[in-house]
Nanobody, 122 residues
Framework: QVQLVESGGGLVQAGGSLRLSCAAS????????MGWYRQAPGKQRELVAT???????NYVDSTKGRFTISRDNAKNTVYLQMNSLKPEDTAVYYC????????????????WGQGTQVTVSS
């Protein structure tokens, strides 16, 4: 079994900062791409940022220059540093990871965290 556990959400005023963390645990061999998605009330889940195993990053336009995704491969953890937060960033944030399981033959699958609420007040 593999689990992704998120932390770091909360309530912050506009212009403030939050740092989200997501740690993977369980019988995993390696982790390929990791990412953060968000879902606001009444809206579809959208991509926020992704990072590959070698550190290449990609961001949705609305977060460029404000959010930074990073990862610690030794800790199987991905982070999302969110600065200059806006009310429109309010959503449940989910982490995602493409994980290669510790099985033979090797098998990989996408896993999701349980979500963490981020609320930005104006």
């Amino acid at each position: 079994q593999v689990q992704l556990v998120e932390s770091g959400g909360g309530l912050v005023q506009a212009g403030g900062s939050l740092r989200l963390s997501c740690a993977a645990s369980g019988r995993l061999s390696s982790i390929k791409a990791m990412g953060w998605y968000r879902q606001a009330p009444g809206k579809q889940r959208e991509l926020v940022a992704t990072i590959t195993s070698d550190g290449s990053t990609n961001y949705v336009d609305s977060t460029k220059g404000r959010f930074t995704i990073s990862r610690d491969n030794a800790k199987n953890t991905v982070y999302l540093q969110m600065n200059s937060l806006k009310p429109e960033d309010t959503a449940v944030y989910y982490c995602n990871a493409r994980i290669v399981l510790l099985t033979f033959p090797a098998y990989e699958s996408d896993y999701w965290g349980q979500g963490t609420q981020v609320t930005v007040s104006s």
